[in-house]
């Protein structure tokens, strides 16, 4: 029976599985392939900056069918309304008795992973339909409410320089997304080999792996992986170090940063740790799980000063200083 | 302006107030418990927003995201089984998002059409207004304008708001380009003004490690929405001693830097005064802890304990006092030292 009798174990060996099916269409990537499946496990949602044509559609397509999960994409657009997403009600007559009726057509939001391309293309009012959807796992209309189909997770995209007509996400709304998931251009070697396939004839057949159920269960044991508590300590210290207005945070700190990374920094670390001990196939956290995912947590929870503008210090600088300065525990420490 | 409750059945007999009282304190300690189970700290706040929901007044927020806010709130609504509603305030929102709209329909029978309108999600017992200086000032009006009337008119038709009505806004305070504080005047019109900080290292280890090891409990309805408005009306009851009152008003006058025998600090670093819907909600507040201690009476300690919240966005501060890094804070902890308490005090 699907769902039942998951193990940290069974996670590591599907997960090997999940990735060798991946590879089959992706080239490089292994880092951004490891998050966005850390955050898949752990039920969180993840923004993915890149320039375009680094497969990310492709990455999360692949993912889905091998998941056997339903899969939309929206192309965030100035002109996307918020019904766009969530959905609208329509009139309908019904042909033998002429009866009108409203009924109510579900959005592309009702998939179970929904990739929002570009999300910084579109107004406010339509970004905030999206991530209130995402963080309510519901939508509201004409006071009826739908709830989404679980597990639901969402990819946002961003247009990473500052374009003309782009609305940059708030930091309270992009402080909801999980992980900042960078994607980068391909070492030269590998783009040869994504261009001698996507030039060539040959299909990949992508095998389903997983069931839904089976990923629901592996999001409720991630909860179950234990931490020690120094380690719960040294995350929260990590995250509050980044706060310039915490009187210990180190002086570069005081200096370069406008905000620091909030509560949900230190949540979605620990979380994020127990999804990487778990598909690695323990049951306990130990201090390699974090260190790779201290980035992706906290790169778009920091705000940087006008200091740091001036002196070329970007957040990847100052994330890296912050965790030379308080190294993880070492293991049974 | 300032009204006082409507009492239709006239003022409730003593021993009725006496018999509520008791089931409130009980009914406080139920909801405490049950917000417990879900919010880890943040005393102060939860103190804060649970008087005000027995005093019936509003609340604004000010704190960074991530804090649960949302969650004390949607708690809150559980605990009290009320219908929540949130609106994310953006730059784009405009009055009919907030209030509603009226739509063309037709009628099956008679294909007559008819406007019908569609509430907006102001019609619900709680609105969390989620960063309210995100929207322009009209957007901001006309959610200020509902709270304040307990009714929307659209098309020349009133709809009353449900009740308990209940708003409560936060301001994100990092300082970000295209954000439109609230104006003092726009302000003045909630009781409180709440500051909701950082936990502390040993509550954030814990809310860590709470929040990713299960899912969130549902909480447990322990009250109802009529009870609270009888309750409501129970603060209302609550008599107030004329010196304490005087206090109040005296503690609101003399933040005034026109007022006479305003100390010289208030002289010194004060613009703006606190109004006389400070003296108000002083009294209204010190009464509605009272009543969430179990005591027939407001004493003055009630009202010093209310007057950071009431007092903090009535106070504006003038450019000396910044340069001075003094904040409207320190000129309330002064004025509450300053300002001499009534002999009797309770």
Request: glycine share 6%; hydrophobic share 40%; proline share 6%.
């Amino acid at each position: 029976m699907a769902g039942s009798g998951v193990s940290a174990q069974s996670l590591y060996q599907q997960t090997q599985e999940v990735v060798a099916q991946l590879k089959q269409v992706i080239v490089g990537q292994d880092e951004a392939m490891r998050q966005v499946l850390t955050a898949f496990f752990a039920g969180g949602h993840c923004m993915i900056t890149g320039v375009p044509g680094v497969a990310k559609t492709l990455l999360i397509a692949s993912l889905a069918k091998i998941m056997k999960l339903s899969f939309k994409r929206i192309q965030f657009t100035p002109d996307l309304m918020p019904s766009d997403i969530t959905g609208t009600e329509i009139l309908e007559e019904d042909m033998t008795t002429g009866r009108r009726e409203l009924k109510f057509v579900r959005g592309p939001v009702f998939a179970n992973i929904v990739m929002a391309d570009e999300i910084n293309r579109t107004p406010p009012k339509t970004q905030a339909a999206l991530l209130e959807t995402m963080q309510e796992k519901q939508v509201t209309i004409g006071g009826t409410t739908y709830p989404l189909e679980q597990p639901s997770f969402v990819l946002a995209t961003q247009v990473p320089y500052e374009q003309e007509g782009t609305y940059p996400l708030p930091e309270a709304q992009q402080d909801r997304f999980m992980f900042s998931v960078l994607m980068d251009y391909l070492e030269e070697s590998d783009e040869v080999t994504v261009i001698k396939a996507s030039t060539g004839t040959a299909e990949v057949e992508l095998e389903q792996l997983m069931e839904k159920e089976d990923l629901l269960a592996y999001q409720d044991l991630v909860l179950r992986v234990e931490i020690p508590r120094e380690l719960v300590e040294y995350i929260v210290d990590l995250a509050s170090a980044s706060r310039p207005e915490n009187k210990t945070a180190p002086d570069f700190i005081k200096e370069y940063v406008a905000w620091g990374a909030g509560v949900r920094a230190s949540q979605y670390i620990v979380l994020g740790a127990k999804a990487g001990a778990a598909i690695a196939g323990r049951m306990a956290v130990e201090p390699e799980d974090i260190r790779g995912i201290v980035a992706p947590v906290m790169r778009h929870r920091i705000g940087l000063s006008f200091r740091a503008d001036v002196d070329r210090i970007t957040v990847e600088d100052v994330i890296a200083r912050l965790v030379e300065r308080m190294p993880a525990p070492s293991a049974t420490a | 302006m300032i009204q006082a409750a409507e009492t239709p059945e006239g003022p409730m007999d003593e021993a009725r107030v006496a018999d509520m009282l008791q089931k409130l304190k009980e009914g406080r300690e139920k909801v405490l418990r049950e917000i417990r189970r879900v919010i880890i700290g943040q005393d102060e706040v939860v103190d804060q927003v649970l008087l005000s929901f027995f005093a019936g007044s509003h609340c604004l927020i000010t704190g960074v995201p991530g804090l649960a806010k949302t969650l004390l709130i949607m708690s809150l609504g559980d605990a009290l089984d009320l219908t929540f509603r949130r609106i994310q305030f953006t730059p784009d929102l405009m009055p009919s998002d907030i209030t509603g709209t009226e739509i063309l329909e037709e009628d099956r029978s008679t294909h007559k059409r008819n406007m019908k309108f569609l509430r907006g999600p102001i019609f619900a017992n709680i609105v969390l207004a989620d960063e309210i200086n995100r929207t322009p000032p009209k957007t901001q009006a006309a959610l200020l304008e509902a709270m304040q009337e307990c009714q929307v008119s659209v098309g020349g038709t009133t709809y009353l708001l449900q009740k308990p009505f209940f708003v409560l806004a936060t301001q994100n305070p990092i300082e970000q380009e295209g954000t439109y504080p609230l104006p003092a005047i726009q302000q003045d019109r909630f009781m409180f003004s709440i500051i909701i900080g950082y936990p502390e290292r040993g509550e954030e280890i814990e809310i860590v490690s709470q929040t990713t090891s299960k899912r969130p409990a549902k909480l447990d309805c322990v009250m109802h929405g009529e009870e609270l408005l009888l309750y409501q009306r129970v603060v209302r009851e609550i008599p107030v001693a004329d010196s304490v009152a005087n206090y109040a008003v005296r503690l609101t006058g003399l933040s005034r830097p026109s007022q006479e025998g305003a100390p010289d600090f208030v002289k010194d670093y004060v613009t703006w005064g606190a109004g006389l819907r400070a003296s108000h909600y002083l009294v209204l507040a010190g009464k509605a802890r009272a009543v969430l201690d179990g005591r027939f009476g407001v004493s003055v300690g009630d009202i010093e304990a209310v007057a950071m919240p009431v007092l903090r966005h009535r106070i504006i501060t003038n450019f000396k006092a910044e340069a001075a890094r003094i904040r409207s804070e320190q000129i309330i902890e002064r004025l509450l030292e300053a300002v001499p308490k009534p002999s009797s005090g309770l």
